[in-house]
């Protein structure tokens, strides 16, 4: 029967194959101890999908189909190259025969992303180096999507990957999960990576796309460590952060204060999701990123400003400024003390934080010296919070609110 | 299994405590005692303490004459006062090794693979 061909197109498979391939390529670099390698390989596999796919369809598994393919292009690709024996011997691990067509379907490759994971992440690379890796190998991106989500020249992140990957190679950064002394302090190396992709994603230019990212990574590394409860709570806190972007900004572009936001307009969705990681039990206490979760929670559970439970989130600022005693979490308790114990008392708390170039700082301080009646110390305020602040909306917002105080 | 050169840096921001006799004593004691123990598990290859670049000589033969000068290198802030090259299964590793080192010679170690030495 003449009609649309049975399979996907280019930009579909284009999708599938960035979804599936942090699996395939971890499973890869396991099996032939070689990064470059398994990025030819996987790039080997798309080329095959494009010209099957779409006549053939989808195979019934596609991750696995490219997991097979890259590895017997892999193998190729080293015969071609006489890279070596052991290497292909090293391959025929990988499940299958060393010959070919295996069958796809009925094989099970173990999931080797939290070993990526960890390589991606290790502390002898610089962070920059660690956040590109991770992007590249784990999410898929290609190079020059890498290079523009970080507003770098495509040469110079092409040359940041290549020297990342050399490092890996002459130092022998290993390709295996740390062992329990090093654990935590790995694993908050990881998380770091990951909460900084988020957060890349929300300048004020605003990059969605790096955000989804950032929360599918979350999620990956969430189900591989179940029962660590920062994994859980990183996940929990950039699903409720990201469920309330569509009520920060006015139609005008000002920004909102989450007090007045529209709750309407919040993803409910990833909100009940957020909730259900954080229902999960895990192993050991909280940690920061847990507590901001939870924190987080305790503002979208409310239905509206004044419902909010100021009492809870008090509570777990405290716990929160016990494990992580900044300034800037001391401020953002003062906020909550504003609102449990009154406006003077949150003041007072001020007095003493190093927090003089923080737009944060000046708002808060502009809000609490309006509430107390002394206005003309709080218009001041808000004209230094509008000077520092990092985005349009943020300054617009601040400007409208200390010439109210003006008037 | 790798090799690695675990270079012990002096540098004016770690400029150890001046000790007493009994305290070097015991510093030495845990760098003989952990040397010991890279020996055990075959480990350690080789290691030496150096100088100070006070008495070091510069040789510079690459122009057709040889001219021979006082010092060290350069006037760098940091200088090699030691080394340990070891023989580990990865970076972790040699990793693990420098920094029991570092904690027992109270210096910052810098970790090198040798180029050419993979597999095994």
Request: a negative charge.
């Amino acid at each position: 029967m003449v009609g649309s061909p049975p399979g996907p197109d280019p930009a579909a498979i284009g999708r599938i194959f960035r979804e599936e391939s942090g699996r395939s390529i971890a499973a890869l670099i396991r099996a032939f101890g070689d990064i470059d390698l398994a990025e030819d390989a996987i790039q080997d596999a798309f080329a095959v999908a494009i010209e099957r796919w779409p006549d053939e369809g989808l195979p019934p598994r596609p991750g696995a189909w490219i997991t097979t393919t890259a590895r017997n292009r892999g193998i190729d690709r080293i015969r071609r190259e006489s890279r070596g024996r052991e290497l292909i011997e090293e391959a025929a691990m990988l499940g299958g025969e060393e010959d070919g067509d295996t069958d796809p379907d009925s094989e099970a490759v173990a999931d080797e992303r939290l070993r990526l994971i960890f390589m991606c992440c290790h502390p002898a690379l610089s962070r920059e180096a660690q956040v590109a890796l991770t992007l590249r190998l784990l999410g898929g991106l290609t190079t020059p999507e890498v290079a523009s989500a970080f507003l770098v020249a495509e040469r110079t992140m092409g040359q940041r990957l290549s020297r990342a990957k050399r490092k890996i190679r002459e130092a022998r950064i290993p390709y295996a999960v740390p062992g329990e002394a090093e654990l935590p302090a790995r694993l908050s190396a990881v998380l770091a990576v990951l909460y900084l992709i988020y957060n890349a994603g929300l300048g004020p230019e605003g990059d969605r796309e790096l955000r989804d990212e950032a929360i599918r990574l979350a999620r990956i590394l969430q189900s591989l460590m179940p029962g660590e409860p920062e994994a859980a709570g990183l996940l929990a806190l950039m699903l409720l952060t990201e469920a309330r972007q569509a009520g920060r900004l006015a139609e005008d572009g000002t920004l909102v204060p989450l007090a007045e936001q529209d709750r309407r307009r919040w993803d409910q969705g990833r909100i009940a999701e957020a909730a259900g990681v954080l229902a999960q039990p895990t192993g050991h206490r909280s940690g920061p990123y847990r507590l901001q979760a939870e924190i987080a929670a305790v503002h979208t559970a409310a239905v509206g400003g004044e419902a909010t439970d100021w009492g809870r989130i008090l509570g777990l600022y405290d716990e929160l400024l016990a494990l992580a005693p900044t300034p800037v979490v001391a401020l953002n308790r003062a906020v909550a003390v504003a609102e449990v114990r009154g406006p003077g008392a949150a003041l007072e708390l001020l007095e003493g934080l190093e927090l003089d170039g923080y737009c944060p700082f000046h708002a808060a301080r502009a809000d609490l010296l309006r509430r107390i009646g002394r206005g003309e110390e709080a218009a001041a305020a808000y004209r230094r919070a509008a000077e520092l602040a990092p985005s349009e909306a943020e300054r617009r917002y601040l400007g409208a609110r200390g010439s109210t105080i003006d008037a | 299994m790798t090799e690695y050169l675990l270079s012990v840096h002096t540098s004016p921001d770690h400029r150890p405590e001046p000790m007493s006799e009994q305290q070097m004593q015991e510093q030495m004691q845990r760098v003989e005692a952990l040397e010991a123990e890279m020996k055990e598990r075959d480990a350690l290859i080789s290691s030496a303490r150096l100088t100070g670049t006070d008495s070091a000589t510069v040789v510079d033969a690459t122009g057709g004459e040889v001219i021979t000068t006082d010092g060290p290198f350069a006037e760098a802030k940091e200088h090699l006062a030691g080394f340990y090259i070891v023989r580990a299964a990865d970076l972790d590793d040699a990793l693990s090794w420098a920094q029991r080192t570092s904690e027992c010679v109270g210096m910052p170690i810098e970790v090198r693979a040798f180029a050419g030495m993979r597999g095994a």
